[in-house]
């Protein structure tokens, strides 16, 4: 007769091993969202940002994780990166990052660099990086909104990265989903930020 106690003392380091392995792989698919105030959550609860709303929904499927700060300029997301990296290692990262440089009117060749540092230490810890497209508004003149946005998709095909549409575009067209300020987005918008990014995200987290 089977002595199912000596099995499973037998096996026990087995499925030990197993779980930790399935735990590890499963802390492994989290989306870092790494940026400024529109994503933040600027003036209202972190809870109401885009960012959990969004990971409530996908119910941590993969898991987000929001380590964006208002105020955030491309270098200083930049310094915070190798710190966020260790502690979340995640699969994913976002990077929203550039709109308060483009608005104090650093030098287009400046952004582009930090962005790129951005980029290169992602790919360095062995995640994803995934670029969202960050414009200005018109006021800010021609010539420098253009050469700005140009940074972008420059920069995703340079390292054929995904390139995110900006959510902002579409919340821009209703005024009563910005703030005061008419340059961030109220918490009446974040459920539609949070539907849009969904839409724009899911294909480029995938699970396999």
Known sequence: M???????????????LLLLL?????????????????????????????????????????????????????????ARLPGLLKQHQPRWVLIELGGNDGLRGFPPQNIAADLTKVIDEVKAAKAQPLLMQIRLPANYGRRYTEAFSAIYPRLAQQYDIPLVPFFMEQVYLKPEWMQQDGIHPNPDAQPFIANLMATELAPLVKHD
């Open 2 to 16: 089977m002595n199912f106690n000596n099995v499973f003392r037998w096996h026990y380091p087995f499925l030990l």
């Open 22 to 78: 399935v735990s590890r792989l499963a802390a492994a698919d989290t989306l870092l969202v790494l940026g400024d105030s529109l994503s933040a959550g600027y003036r209202m609860s972190a809870t109401a940002a885009w960012p959990n709303l969004l990971n409530k929904e996908w119910q941590q499927q993969p898991k987000v994780v929001n380590a964006s700060i208002s105020g955030d300029t491309a270098g200083q997301g930049l």
